[in-house]
């Protein structure tokens, strides 16, 4: 004879126990989310929830899965409100994107030869999720985790802070790392991006760096080789067939990485196999506070245009080459250049090649990156 009551009791038991996991690895999603969440205890796990800063017209929603830009939104030379940035309609898409859609990268963003790197003596092993190569930080970079929200502002300047432990040890870096990074609409159609790392106790490699796809037109207006690109750099940092810097520098002048001019982005890309995916070596003088200008975009149809500034020494230009019908918003199918990237960093792999800029974060350091995006129509 069967005996209903046991059964049941087995089978919310377990359900109560599925709900628990999942929710303490932050997969629940709570669009909107309030900060009632800042009343719990402080051992709660963070809850992953969808935000908005918004002034008028011009708009911007992230999620702290991956401290991640979902959308932006600002009209065109016509007054019609588009979003301009390539993504997801549900952060359940996320967690699996190969795309890195928005997604803030480290600890180390972009790629580290060999996945292994030797500091203070030691190598350091990391796990190898781009061919033999690290890419981006690993199986589990900074974008596949969840982030605490630790402020949110409103008013003229509307703001959001959010923050990661990156525990001694994740994906093979050495030592604790506090992270901080701060989106501000601090000005008419201005956001800015100011990214922050503490070194607590081993001296270890950071390299942020904001990864949106940008389309001016729209995210799901087509490819963007139409878009005009200026770059502000006279150098590259040439790569391998494996997109590892080499160690030496190349000249723009001549060939159709240079950008020094406003340049389509499609009028020479049939001259790089597969397209654009390069650091440059930024050559604008830094202002009284760091910051150089890196880059301007204009796509001519819509009349938008994004002023990019940073303090960092160089810019990845990324041109979507691996791009190849991408299910993304509202089903709109993104295939190969539907977005460009600008990737203000570190030079790639400066673990490995002493004569590129330090990345080196000592033990009570601070790793400072700061951005700024001017749009305009």
């Keep these: 004879m069967s005996k209903p009551p046991l059964l049941l009791a087995v089978c919310l038991l377990l359900a109560f126990a599925f709900f628990f996991f999942f929710q303490s690895i932050g997969f629940f999603h709570a669009a909107n989310i309030g900060f009632s969440a800042f009343s719990a205890p402080r051992t709660a796990p963070p809850q992953v929830g969808i935000y908005e800063l918004q002034k008028g017209d011009f708009s911007l929603k992230i999620t702290n899965f991956g401290a991640t830009i979902l959308s932006l939104f600002l009209p065109d030379s016509k007054g019609n409100v588009a979003d301009v940035v390539l993504g997801y309609d549900r952060i359940a898409h996320y967690i699996n994107d190969t795309a890195y859609f928005g997604a803030l990268v480290g600890r180390v963003a972009?790629?580290?030869a060999g996945g292994h790197f030797l500091l203070?003596?030691?190598?350091?092993?990391l796990p190898t999720n781009n061919g033999k190569n690290t890419l981006h930080g690993g199986n589990r970079g900074f974008n596949k985790v969840t982030w605490t929200v630790k402020e949110?502002?409103?008013?003229?300047?509307?703001?959001?802070?959010?923050?990661?432990?990156?525990?001694?040890?994740?994906?093979?870096?050495?030592?604790?790392?506090?992270?901080?990074?701060?989106?501000?609409?601090?000005?008419?159609?201005?956001?800015?991006?100011?990214?922050?790392?503490?070194?607590k106790n081993k001296a270890t490699p950071v390299n942020l760096a904001q990864h949106s796809y940008w389309n001016l037109g729209g995210h799901n207006s087509g490819v963007i080789l139409s878009h005009l690109v200026q770059i502000f750099a006279t150098e590259i940092t040439p790569v391998d067939d494996n997109l590892i810097p080499t160690g030496s520098f190349q000249k723009v002048a001549g060939t159709p990485y240079d950008f020094r001019?406003?340049?389509?982005?499609g009028s020479r890309i049939d001259q790089i196999p597969g397209g654009y995916d390069v650091n440059y070596v930024l050559s604008s003088l830094p202002n009284a506070q760091g910051m150089r200008k890196v880059a301007l975009v204009q796509d001519p149809q819509s009349g938008r245009a994004l002023a990019l500034w940073a303090n960092q020494p160089g810019v990845q230009f990324y041109s979507g080459n691996f791009l190849n019908n991408v299910r993304g918003k509202g089903g709109h199918m993104y295939g190969q250049h539907n977005g460009l990237c600008l990737e203000t960093q570190g030079f790639p792999d400066a673990v490995n090649h002493y004569n590129f800029p330090s990345q080196i974060v000592n033990p009570g350091q601070v790793y400072r990156h700061d951005m700024l995006f001017r749009f305009s129509f």
Aim: negative net charge.
């Design 152 to 199: 949110k502002g409103v008013g003229e300047f509307p703001y959001i802070t959010l923050y990661y432990h990156s525990f001694d040890g994740e994906e093979g870096f050495p030592g604790d790392l506090d992270v901080y990074v701060t989106y501000k609409f601090s000005g008419p159609y201005e956001l800015t991006v100011n990214m922050n790392a503490t070194a």
């Design 120 to 125: 203070n003596g030691k190598v350091y092993k």
């Design 261 to 265: 001019e406003p340049t389509s982005v």
């Design 110 to 112: 972009n790629r580290i």
